[in-house]
C-alpha cells in the first residue's frame, strides 16, 4: 500500500521533468523561429494563431521539423508572448499530459498540475 503513492510520485516527477526538458527545447526552437520570422517582416497574429493551432508534432505545425529527439505530438503551445508593438518574444504556455508549463525567458519553468 505504501509503494502506490511512492510510485505516483516518482511518476509525476518524471512526467515533470520530461514536461521541463521539452520546454526547455521549445524556448529555443520557438524563440530561434520567432526572431527569423521578425527579420523577415512576417510575425503576425496569424503566425502565432498557425503555431497554436495543432500540436507541436504535427506536421501541420510551423515548428514541425525544427525539433529533434522529442515527442511532443500530444503538446499544444497555448499562449504565445510577444509585444504588439515591438514584437519582442516574452515567453509562452505549454500544455502536455495534463500538466501545464508557463515559460518566460530569464525565469524558472512553473508546471502546474491541470487535473
Same mark, same amino acid.
Do not use: N
Given at each position: 500500500m505504501i509503494s502506490v503513492p511512492v510510485y505516483h510520485n516518482v511518476q509525476e516527477d518524471a512526467e515533470k521533468k520530461v514536461l521541463e526538458y521539452n520546454?526547455?527545447?521549445l524556448? %529555443? $526552437?520557438l524563440s530561434r523561429y520567432l526572431e527569423e520570422e521578425r527579420e523577415n517582416g512576417i510575425v503576425s497574429r496569424a503566425v502565432l494563431r498557425e503555431i497554436m493551432a495543432t500540436a507541436v508534432g504535427d506536421l501541420d505545425n510551423p515548428l514541425s521539423g525544427r525539433i %529533434? /529527439?522529442?515527442s511532443l %505530438?500530444? @503538446?499544444w503551445?497555448?499562449?504565445i508572448n $510577444? /509585444?504588439?508593438q515591438s514584437e519582442n518574444y516574452g515567453g509562452f @504556455?505549454?500544455?502536455w499530459n495534463g500538466y501545464e508549463a508557463e515559460y518566460t525567458p530569464g525565469q524558472a519553468i512553473?508546471?502546474?498540475n491541470q487535473n
Open positions: 520546454t526547455r527545447v524556448a %529555443d $526552437v %529533434d /529527439g522529442t %505530438d500530444e @503538446t503551445i497555448t499562449y $510577444v /509585444g504588439s @504556455t505549454l500544455e512553473k508546471i502546474t
